[in-house]
């Protein structure tokens, strides 16, 4: 009888290559599939990140531009810039002898703290809006007795909300241009301010389009709001005959039944495989709702 050979524990060089090869495959899969997974949310974050520059200057335009009474509101306009008279606050007239004086409802306190106070308009009786004038505010430290003697009484402000008050203004004579004043007109008080495209100011930014706002007057500069864009970004128009955007700017002004922005936001960054940045395509109108045409 021949005796037992002892069975050998181990692998087959045949079988560790076997096993390496099938190894290199599932692993070069799996990189694979994190790579794209990764390129994949690189790319989504690069459109989120168009995505918020967009809505971003939207919602920076909108609030100021929904305000504007084309009437008067509109001063100059182009596709790449426009300058606008907005309302920030709004009152009545208590006196329109010398020194005119204005009662000024509650509003929030931010739309005083602002700077730029530009001028005043005031709304006629028969509804149309008088010349804008750029006389200089003063603030009366106590109520005026000329609102008591029209019969306007002040709003007190509650203790936790001492901005939230009826606000007494004298203007400079003369400051409401050929306007005839008439005691309880309603009047506003508006910011001269231009919003533009224009080379982004931020660092990593240089030379990328970007959306602007100046308060005109004693603003203390033009502001970044929003970056960056493509360089198509522009402002176009409704004409009152038209229910189609434009880029010509109607004439006269007062002809803009509406006013549309393009805002293509862009991500600030390209990401990797992809030849240039995320780009997302928003646009959105805001329109003249008291227009009769």
Known sequence: MMPRIPRRLGFTLIE??????????????????????????????????????????????????????PEWGIES??????TL????????????????????????????????????????SN?????????????????????????????????????QKTRVFELAPGGVGSTPLTVGAVIVLYRRTRFYFGASGQAGLSGRTALWRDYLDGGGGAVELAAPFDATAAFRFYDL???????????????IRGIEFFLPGESDRTARLRASPEQADFTSSVFFVNRMN
């Open 241 to 255: 005959a038209s229910t189609t955007s434009q880029t010509a700017v109607p004439s006269p002004l007062t002809n």
């Open 16 to 69: 560790l290559l076997v096993s390496l090869v099938v190894a290199a495959i599932l692993g070069a899969g799996v990189t694979k599939l994190l790579l794209s997974s990764n390129r994949f949310e690189e790319r989504t974050e690069s459109l989120r990140s168009a995505r918020r520059v967009s809505r971003a200057a939207l919602a920076a335009l909108s609030n100021d531009v929904r305000m504007v009474d």
């Open 77 to 82: 306009a182009s596709a790449g810039s426009l």
């Open 85 to 124: 008279r907005v309302p920030y606050a709004m009152g009545l007239v208590c006196r329109t002898g010398g020194s005119p004086v204005i009662a000024i409802l509650p509003v929030d306190s931010i739309a005083f703290a602002t700077p730029g106070y530009s001028g005043v308009a005031v709304r006629a």
């Open 127 to 163: 509804g149309s809006w008088g010349q804008a004038g750029s006389g200089a505010l003063t603030e009366l430290t106590t109520w005026s007795s000329s609102c008591t003697s029209a019969g306007i009484a002040p709003i007190t402000a509650p203790a936790g909300a001492p901005n």
